[in-house]
């Protein structure tokens, strides 16, 4: 049984550009949490999403967003970079809406804008 | 936006000796975990406590919640080299209001 995949596992980009984040859920999870972990710090929450529909929201600006596809698998999309956005991008999924109940995480992909 | 700090930010043990870790807030959290994470991985959860004052114990390892649900304490007895990684707690603000405030982590190694 795979775990929560992500992809790319490292991403360069550079000031100003766009980037997508892809995650596939561990089988039969069907909620989707998104973290940016800067080096040498524990994850902030971006934002969930469940039923293809974003529930919760972390103090991040409208440059991020996501989207959750009907299969559960999700995207985080970044827009105009700016070097601060370097950092381990993290999805994580759960069959419950409660983060209190097991949340499992993928490796993460590392984002280095230049 | 609720805070959680970890004390120690790093810290390195012999093989063998006891260690705690703190997690502490100004906050009231509904329930708060623990996690570890080693390089190249996303985290992994140990341990849920939901309940002001309760201990709950994974072999070597025994958590500890705050009677107020503020803090939180992590001891591992005997540490082992398999030990090493980064520690996080993270808590949930409210029951229905998901989302999760990791702390700042406590980077242990256990020198064998």
């Known amino acids: 049984d795979a775990g929560v995949t992500q992809s790319p596992t490292h991403l360069i980009k550079t000031r100003g550009q766009q980037v997508t984040l892809r995650c596939s859920p561990k089988?039969?999870?069907?909620?989707v949490s998104w973290y940016q972990q800067a080096l040498g710090q524990g994850p902030q929450f971006i934002f969930q999403?469940?039923?293809?529909?974003?529930?919760q929201r972390g103090n991040f600006p409208d440059r991020f967003s996501g989207h959750q596809f009907p299969n559960y698998s999700s995207e985080l999309n970044v827009n105009a970079l700016l070097l601060g956005d370097s950092a381990l991008y993290l999805c994580?999924?759960?069959?419950?809406?409660?983060?209190?109940?097991?949340?499992?995480f993928g490796p993460g992909t590392r984002l280095t804008v230049t | 936006t609720q805070l959680l700090e970890q004390s120690p930010q790093f810290l390195s043990i012999q093989e063998g000796e006891n260690l705690t870790v703190y997690c502490n807030s100004s906050?009231?959290?509904?329930?708060l975990q623990w996690y570890r994470q080693e390089p190249g991985e996303g985290p992994v959860l140990l341990v849920t406590?939901?309940?002001?004052?309760e201990v709950k114990k994974l072999k070597r390892l025994t958590f500890q919640f705050g009677d107020a649900r503020k803090d939180s304490s992590l001891h591992i007895t005997a540490a082992q080299p398999g030990d090493t990684g980064l520690y996080l707690c993270?808590?949930?603000?409210?029951?229905?209001?998901?989302?999760?405030?990791f702390g700042t982590g406590t980077r242990l190694t256990i020198i064998p």
């Open positions: 406590v939901v309940t002001g004052g």
């Open positions: 994580a999924s759960s069959s419950s809406k409660w983060v209190r109940d097991e949340q499992y």
């Open positions: 993270a808590g949930a603000e409210n029951f229905g209001n998901e989302k999760l405030t």
């Open positions: 906050s009231v959290f509904s329930s």
């Open positions: 089988s039969g999870h069907d909620t």
């Open positions: 999403y469940y039923e293809e529909e974003e529930r």
